[in-house]
């Protein structure tokens, strides 16, 4: 889009402002008939993801009308982690980094506009979180898992998440939990490893553990489940 339309950020590689290329009228009306926006993964671009979403969720023809109120389409965000492990010694800022940049720029540019508190409020809510720890994530995990159990002529008693940020994966496999025990299925837990955006000294929000390793981890859940794994083994040789 930022391509077809050059203008549309000044900034960029084919935009006219730091080369002062001389552009022509851009072509088209301007309306690809964009349905919804999806975040899938942190802009490498935050300048012109942050321009031209703003620019589409305001108005199908952003070329020709800067605001049209009757012009809605859902932003759907697919991780809300302020914060992950690269190779730097500290976390780097996240999708969730661009969410909050992002919602802060919409809601300046509407007012900008003139725009009332209330539609806003409104416009701001056609914004959707997918992404740890919302409810929608570890349903669909289990439902996959419980498909694939069954294939293997298995039954899952327990769920674990393991994870290295306890805003995002513990805070999600515990509000799983009181959700399945009210619904009477499989538990959660929470297990929290020291190789990633957690240190050791902060918070680990209700962790069921706190382990080294993902393989300290497989140990623990293996020995926790031997009874189970030893019928499994035995059913599947007998089988055999």
């Known amino acids: 889009y930022a391509r077809k339309y050059s203008t549309l950020n000044p900034f960029g590689k084919s935009?006219?402002?730091?080369?002062?290329?001389?552009?022509?009228?851009?072509?088209?009306?301007?309306?690809?008939n964009f349905k919804a926006v999806f975040v899938f993964t942190d802009p490498s671009d935050f300048f012109e993801a942050l321009q031209i979403i703003t620019d589409v969720l305001l108005s199908s023809r952003p070329g020709i009308v800067e605001y049209e109120p009757m012009h809605r389409i859902p932003l759907v965000f697919s991780n809300p982690d302020l914060l992950w492990k690269t190779q730097h010694p500290f976390p780097r800022f996240g999708q969730g980094a661009f969410r909050l940049s992002f919602e802060a720029c919409y809601k300046a540019r509407m007012n900008a506009l003139g725009l009332s508190k209330q539609v806003i409020e409104s416009r701001l809510r056609d914004i959707v979180q997918f992404g740890k720890p919302e409810h929608s994530q570890f349903?669909?995990?289990?439902?996959?898992?419980?498909?694939?159990?069954?294939?293997?002529?298995?039954?899952?008693?327990?769920?674990?998440?393991?994870?290295?940020?306890?805003?995002?994966?513990?805070?999600?496999?515990?509000?799983?939990?009181?959700?399945?025990?009210?619904?009477?299925l499989e538990g959660w837990s929470g297990m929290l490893v020291r190789t990633g955006v957690w240190q050791d000294g902060e918070d680990p929000m209700g962790a069921d553990g706190i382990y080294d390793n993902v393989q300290d981890i497989v140990d623990y859940v293996i020995k926790q489940h031997k009874v189970e794994i030893a019928e499994l083994n035995s059913r599947c040789n007998s089988d055999g």
């Open 15 to 32: 935009g006219c402002e730091k080369d002062n290329k001389v552009i022509g009228n851009e072509k088209g009306d301007w309306n690809e």
């Open 139 to 184: 349903f669909h995990a289990r439902q996959k898992l419980i498909d694939c159990a069954k294939k293997q002529a298995c039954r899952i008693s327990h769920f674990y998440m393991v994870g290295d940020n306890p805003r995002s994966d513990i805070t999600g496999a515990l509000r799983m939990n009181v959700v399945s025990t009210g619904k009477k």
